[in-house]
């Protein structure tokens, strides 16, 4: 790695600020603060201003990020985050505020959030929102405490959870955090839910379904409106993930398809950077017969003030030690008073768009599983390429020779060597064909030469790691050349 630690590069002397002159009496802090935590020596680096900057700047350039090139991570969302988000959540009104400041001094803060659960709400056809929740992860164990509060209260004896077999991960993992049993059910030809699989699971142990719509495969299930009349047969619960909200946004709302839980990922739908884990916001949205379960703390408006309130009787109790993470939500706001109605509305339209104008000529060059209409993404095989010993994983790494990011691989497990790719709306028409270009190329130079596919990637700060040693036991020492 060519870029040193700021320690290496430390020069005695150099300074990065200079501070202006002391207009107090100079005190001696021995006086007041306890020995114990004052130093004599703190091991800082000296740099001038600008050889931070440039340092922070080259290392940023170590990693690939939507401020540099398209990045067509499928189920991520990954799409342009518009500056005036960030001119928004730097207003020192809400940059400078603490979680703990008094209600009267934070008015306008918990007005925004107010005003924040409440479009949510109209956008998602729910009654009462929590904007709690860190993740859209956390949003699923919050949503799946809320549905065990209810049975439990109901007296009802709920062991089960169904999920589809094209599900997100975190669908089952969140299910064993809360001790439900996860039932799979099968995909159908079309890669909508197989109805009568999921007939033969109904039984009146399940608790409820958890499904994204459209799934991870960019396919909307056109009998939601069934599934979620079977599931309340039983009376079980219906949960929606609402990862995939950017394909349906203003057209149509999980609130009318019958879903009783939501939780949305602010960080994609509603624009807010996110990458490496984090920052993100997963708020959760039911109906009017589960809002006595949400956590509290609420916030309430008594028509003069708004108030911090713990007025859900039946809470499943705090889920974040803070109202949220409020920075993110700032942005989410932002995002949707920029856009408004019809705004929004148009976000989908193109992001649906963008995805079947690739989908149309992508399924030319790789195999296209299932053909038909899709919403915000889709997902391609790369098993056709298997005849040149070419997998997925080398067309994923050859793209970033190219400047691109890879789309997700492997995943939904239901497709052999997947790629999904979701180009989102920001993107415009020349990108789009740039990459599918790439893709082409890559194609033909699994004829051709395979040998580069199996070397690439050449071009980036580092060549082909060992996937599983990267994820679990990353080596992050940083090692000094011997002089
Ligand atoms: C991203 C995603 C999640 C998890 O959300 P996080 O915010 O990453 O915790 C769940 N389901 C689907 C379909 C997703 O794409």
């Known amino acids: 790695m060519a870029e040193p630690l ?12 200079t501070l202006p002159e002391l207009d107090v009496p100079e005190v001696d802090p021995a006086d007041h603060i306890p020995a114990r935590f004052l130093r004599k020596e703190l091991n ?21 990020s939507l401020d540099v090139g398209f990045y067509p991570l499928g189920s991520c969302t990954m799409k342009y985050n518009p500056k005036v988000n960030e001119d928004m959540a730097r207003l020192p009104g809400f940059a400078h505020i603490h979680p703990l ?13 107010s005003k924040l659960e409440s479009y949510l709400c109209e956008i998602t056809g ?35 959870i169904i999920i589809p077999d094209s599900g997100h991960g975190t669908n089952p993992a969140s299910c064993s955090m809360v001790g439900y049993e996860v039932v799979n059910v099968k995909s159908d030809p079309r890669g909508g839910v197989d109805m009568e699989d999921l007939k033969s699971k109904l039984t009146p142990d399940v608790a409820g379904l958890m499904i994204t719509n459209p799934n991870t495969l960019g396919l909307f299930d056109e009998n939601i409106g069934e599934l979620a009349n079977l599931i309340h047969s039983v ?21 009318d ?82 856009n408004g109605r019809e705004g929004l509305k148009d976000i989908s339209t193109h992001a649906v768009l963008n995805a079947n104008y690739m989908m149309q000529r992508l399924k030319k ?59 989102t709306e920001t993107e415009s028409k020349g990108t789009l064909d740039c990459f599918m270009e790439a893709l082409e190329m ?21 060549r082909r790691l060992d996937e599983a040693t990267a994820a679990r036991k990353p080596d992050i020492n940083y090692y000094r050349k011997p002089e």
């Open 126 to 160: 729910m009654d009462s929102m929590t904007l709690q929740p860190a993740a859209g992860a956390q949003g699923e164990l919050t949503g799946l405490l809320i549905m065990q509060a209810y049975h439990r209260k109901n007296n009802n004896h709920k062991t089960k």
């Open 44 to 64: 800082m680096p000296s740099l001038s201003e600008v050889e931070v900057v440039r340092h922070f700047t080259r290392l940023s350039r170590l990693n690939h």
């Open 365 to 423: 060059t790789y195999k296209l599983p299932y053909d038909r209409f899709c919403k915000h993404e889709f997902v391609l095989s790369g098993k056709t390429l298997g005849e040149f010993g070419v997998k997925t994983l080398d067309v994923a790494k050859r793209l970033l020779d190219f400047g691109f990011h890879a789309p997700t691989v492997y995943f939904p497990l239901i497709v052999e060597e997947a790629m999904m790719i979701e180009p």
């Open 257 to 338: 398809m019958g879903f009783d839980i939501v939780h949305l990922n602010l960080h994609k739908t509603f624009s807010t950077p996110h990458g490496g884990g984090g920052p993100g916001a997963g708020p959760v949205g039911v109906k009017s017969h589960l809002e006595a379960y949400l956590p509290n703390p609420r916030i309430q408006f008594d028509g003069k003030k708004y108030k911090v309130t713990t007025k859900c009787r039946e809470s499943v109790g705090p889920v974040l030690a803070s109202l949220g993470n409020f920075l993110v939500l700032v942005r989410a706001f932002a995002y949707i008073t920029v």
């Open 101 to 113: 400041q008094p209600e009267d001094t934070v008015q306008g803060a918990l007005k925004m959030l």
């Open 442 to 462: 890559i194609a033909a130079e699994a004829k051709e030469n395979a040998e580069i596919l199996k070397q690439a990637p050449v071009k980036t700060p580092v």
């Open 6 to 17: 700021i320690f290496d590069l430390s020069k005695d002397g150099r300074r990065g600020y």
């Open 235 to 255: 009376d079980g619960l219906v949960y929606y993930d609402g990862a995939n909200l950017n394909a349906i946004m203003g057209w149509t709302r999980p609130g």
